[in-house]
């Protein structure tokens, strides 16, 4: 690609785009304040995610946890809709190289030995979509649908156009690190100057979401080396503050699924060349301490005494068998009980997209609570079969990546964890879960263009590097003499 296209096409992009703001901002009459703002901001935007194509891809992932209200409709200056347009940008500029033929990779080279997991995905879309057709909600069922086309779609192919070598990947991993301290710091400020309704028991302190997203920092910072003496000095720092952030969310799943992952993995990747043995062990050893003694210094916590006692009451009731342990614990496994009878009776079909929630009675509940029982409840048989194949395609690909020894192996704890955090927390509906998804095909995808690479570079080697045997005969001047 020429350097004066490069330069015409972004002059083009930037006119159009401030045309368009200008546009919205007559349209939704929004203040030329804003729109000003909007224009600054796009050099700096485009020069950022040019020299860092993962920070649209991490700032989709965590705009939402440091949002502090959760948007109203549509709104041109909700930063949610701000990044995905800028992540959309990014991603369909390299489209337009790639299909321009201007690119530095093919299409087919994007999605190598990928296919089945992006038709996989596809598939699930589909049944989404035609579940819609029969909804008893068609309102939310509609609303449902546009926000997994918009965002979880999005969270899903970006990937495979933006991170297109180790360097994006080694850099998604310090973005991470870099977006998930902030939140962990904010919630041991938040835990420790509690609002006076936390205090009173009448706002819940519990931080679900973000507690996920310092969960997959924290297993980051503990299964990948990242590069230089430098690096390891930031993960053992981090790795501390991301445990105690995460104690401060007060958020029993994230936790509970945190430390099953990390006991799964310590057995499965030490020997792979990627994290010692000796760093492993001393990394789980710090985050079991400090998570310990930060257990106990929230539990002496006035905002956390409201709630805690009640959560381990109900974790013990359940250790002992009791399912009626009372508490969000009792409501939850009665979400499940009702998905797996609303399976039983529309097996083939489900009840429709967005349908549970008026299958259940309670249309303020916008989902069970299990992203697996939610599908089999909303798209019956079809729509498990669509999601069994994706996530069996992406584990598939991990385990690849690990007999391959790959360094970006720390895809699987993270999508391991993500997997179990929505079995007992989230929606189908979450750009998280797509997203490491994607970043499981991704990597497979990269390992396998390595495998591909030439072991020795074409043309004429110098004579530094040619082979011993190539090499003029040294002669030995004391052999001549005998």
């Given at each position: 690609m020429s350097k004066h296209f490069t330069i015409v096409a972004v002059t083009i992009a930037a006119l159009?785009?401030?045309?368009?703001?200008?546009?919205?901002g007559?349209?939704?009459?929004?203040?030329?304040?804003?729109?000003?703002?909007?224009?600054?901001?796009?050099?700096?935007?485009?020069?950022?995610v040019h020299k860092y194509p993962a920070l649209p891809l991490v700032a989709l992932l965590f705009v939402g946890s440091y949002k502090t209200q959760a948007a109203e409709g549509i709104s041109l200056i909700d930063p949610t809709l701000i990044v995905a347009a800028l992540l959309a940008l990014a991603t369909g500029w390299e489209l337009l190289l790639i299909l321009g033929g201007i690119g530095r990779v093919?299409?087919?080279?994007?999605f190598l030995g990928q296919g089945r997991g992006v038709l996989a995905f596809l598939c699930f879309f589909c049944v989404l979509a035609i579940s819609y057709l029969y909804t008893p909600s068609p309102v939310s069922g509609a609303d449902k649908l546009m926000r997994f086309a918009v965002f979880d779609m999005l969270a899903f192919f970006a990937p495979f156009f933006l991170l297109k070598n180790e360097a994006d990947f080694r850099s998604l991993a310090w973005l991470v690190g870099a977006f998930a301290i902030p939140l962990a710091i904010r919630l041991i400020m938040g835990i420790t100057h509690p609002t006076e309704q936390q205090l009173l028991g009448n706002a819940d302190v519990t931080q679900i979401g973000i507690a996920q997203s310092i969960g997959i920092g924290a297993l980051i910072m503990l299964y990948y080396r990242l590069p230089g003496r430098f690096g390891r000095l930031f993960a053992f720092t981090a790795l501390p503050v991301l445990a105690v952030g995460l104690m401060a969310s007060i958020a029993r799943g994230p936790i509970l699924m945190l430390l099953i992952v990390v006991a799964i993995m310590?057995?499965?990747?030490?020997?792979?060349?990627?994290?010692?043995?000796?760093?492993?062990?001393?990394?789980?050893?710090?985050?079991?301490?400090?998570?310990?003694?930060?257990?106990?210094?929230?539990?002496?916590?006035?905002?956390a005494q409201n709630r805690g006692p009640g959560k381990i009451a109900e974790l013990s009731a359940l250790a002992h068998g009791t399912l009626e342990a009372g508490g969000t614990t009792s409501k939850r496994l009665d979400f499940y009980n009702s998905t797996i009878v609303a399976f039983i009776r529309n097996p083939f079909t489900g009840v429709g997209l967005a349908?549970?929630?008026?299958?259940?009675?309670?249309?303020?509940?916008p989902y069970p609570h299990n992203f697996v029982l939610e599908v089999a409840a909303e798209q019956g048989l079809p729509g498990l079969a669509a999601l069994v194949a994706l996530l069996g395609g992406a584990l598939s690909a991990l385990f690849w990546l690990r007999?391959?020894?790959?360094?970006?192996?720390?895809?699987l704890p993270v999508f391991l964890f993500c997997i179990l955090s929505n079995l007992v927390s989230n929606g189908i509906e979450n750009r998280v879960l797509f997203f490491w998804i994607s970043?499981?095909?991704?990597?497979?995808?990269?390992?396998?263009?390595?495998?591909?690479?030439?072991?020795?570079?074409?043309?004429?080697?110098?004579?530094?590097?040619?082979?011993?045997c190539l090499e003029a005969p040294k002669l030995n001047a004391s052999a001549w003499l005998v």
């Open positions: 159009l785009f401030a045309a368009g703001l200008i546009y919205a007559t349209w939704f009459e929004i203040e030329p304040i804003w729109i000003s703002l909007g224009v600054i901001l796009l050099p700096i935007a485009a020069f950022l093919s299409l087919r080279e994007v310590t057995v499965l990747l030490p020997g792979q060349g990627v994290v010692s043995r000796k760093a492993l062990i001393a990394g789980v050893l710090v985050l079991a301490v400090v998570m310990g003694a930060s257990l106990m210094w929230v539990g002496r916590l006035r905002v349908g549970w929630p008026a299958f259940y009675g309670d249309r303020t509940i007999k391959s020894k790959n360094e970006f192996i720390f895809v970043a499981a095909f991704v990597a497979a995808r990269m390992a396998k263009q390595k495998e591909r690479q030439p072991l020795v570079p074409p043309g004429p080697l110098p004579i530094s590097k040619l082979p011993v």
